[in-house]
C-alpha cells in the first residue's frame, strides 16, 4: 500500500540548473497538490490539479511549472533553480471535490539550490 | 480569503501534562478545518477535521478538538502528554467545495520527562 510516493528524496542544484520533482499515487485520487514547507512558514501551495488534464496556480506558483501526466502523476518542474528554492516539497492527493477529503502526502523531496 | 493563525511556535510540556495548540481562523463561510501531525522527516498525515457535525471533534493518539465559532477558534487539545506526541502540528482551513487547503505556520511541541 504505497499511497504518495514521490522521488528524488534528496536533491542539491546549482543555480540555473533545471530539475523535475516526481510524484505518483495509487488511490485512484481525482486531486492532487504541491506545496513547499519553510521554517515558520508553514506549507504553501504552488500548483495544484483538481482533476486529469487540469492545472492551476497556488499562492507560490513562480518559477515552477506542473505537469498532470495521467491520473497518477504530477510532476512540479524547476526551469532555472534559484537559492530561494531550497525547501522541502512535499505532493498530495485527494478524492477531491468537496473540500472535507482527507489529504495524503508523501514523504518529501529535500532540495537545496547552491 | 481564508487563513489560519496559530499562536505559539513552540510549546513544551511535561509528560503526562494538558496539551493545548490554539488555531485561529478566518474564513467567509463557514469552514472546514484540520488538524494535521508531522512527525520527524515525514510527510503530513491527517489527526482530525472539523465537516460541520459535532463540534468536538476526536481524532486519533487521544486528541480532540473543538470548534467554537463565536471565537472563530479550532484549538488542539490532548489530556496526557506522551514522549511519542513530539512532532510538528499544524491547522488548515479550507472553503466547501474545493480541497485546497491553507496551512497555519506550525507548532512544534516539545515533550519533556
Known amino acids: 500500500n504505497a499511497g504518495v510516493t514521490q522521488t528524488p528524496k534528496f536533491q542539491v542544484l546549482k543555480t540555473g540548473q533545471s530539475m523535475t520533482l516526481q510524484c505518483a499515487q495509487d488511490m485512484n485520487h481525482n486531486s492532487m497538490y504541491w506545496y513547499r514547507q519553510d521554517p515558520g512558514m508553514g506549507l504553501r501551495l504552488i500548483y495544484y490539479?483538481?482533476?486529469?488534464?487540469?492545472?492551476d496556480k497556488g499562492e507560490v506558483p513562480n518559477g515552477y511549472n506542473v505537469s498532470r501526466l495521467n491520473k497518477r502523476e504530477f510532476s512540479l518542474r524547476l526551469e532555472s533553480a534559484a537559492p530561494s528554492q531550497t525547501s522541502v516539497y512535499f505532493c498530495a492527493s485527494s478524492e477531491g471535490g468537496t473540500g472535507r477529503e482527507k489529504l495524503f502526502f508523501g514523504s518529501g523531496t529535500q532540495l537545496s539550490v547552491l | 480569503a481564508q487563513s489560519v493563525t496559530q499562536l505559539g511556535s513552540h510549546v513544551s510540556v511535561s509528560e503526562g501534562a494538558l496539551v493545548l495548540l490554539r488555531c485561529n481562523y478566518s474564513?467567509?463561510?463557514?469552514?472546514?478545518l484540520f488538524w494535521y501531525v508531522q512527525y520527524p522527516n515525514q510527510g503530513l498525515q491527517l489527526l482530525l477535521k472539523?465537516?460541520?457535525?459535532?463540534?468536538l471533534v476526536k481524532g486519533i493518539n487521544g486528541f480532540e478538538a473543538e470548534f467554537k465559532k463565536s471565537e472563530t477558534s479550532f484549538h488542539l487539545t490532548k489530556p496526557s502528554a506522551h514522549m511519542s506526541d513530539a512532532a510538528e502540528y499544524f491547522c488548515?482551513?479550507?472553503?466547501?467545495?474545493?480541497?485546497?487547503?491553507?496551512f497555519g505556520t506550525g507548532t512544534r511541541l516539545l515533550v519533556s520527562p
Open positions: 490539479s483538481a482533476s486529469e488534464g487540469t492545472t
Open positions: 474564513s467567509s463561510v463557514p469552514p472546514y
Open positions: 488548515a482551513v479550507s472553503d466547501p467545495g474545493f480541497q485546497k487547503l491553507v
Open positions: 472539523y465537516t460541520s457535525a459535532a463540534t
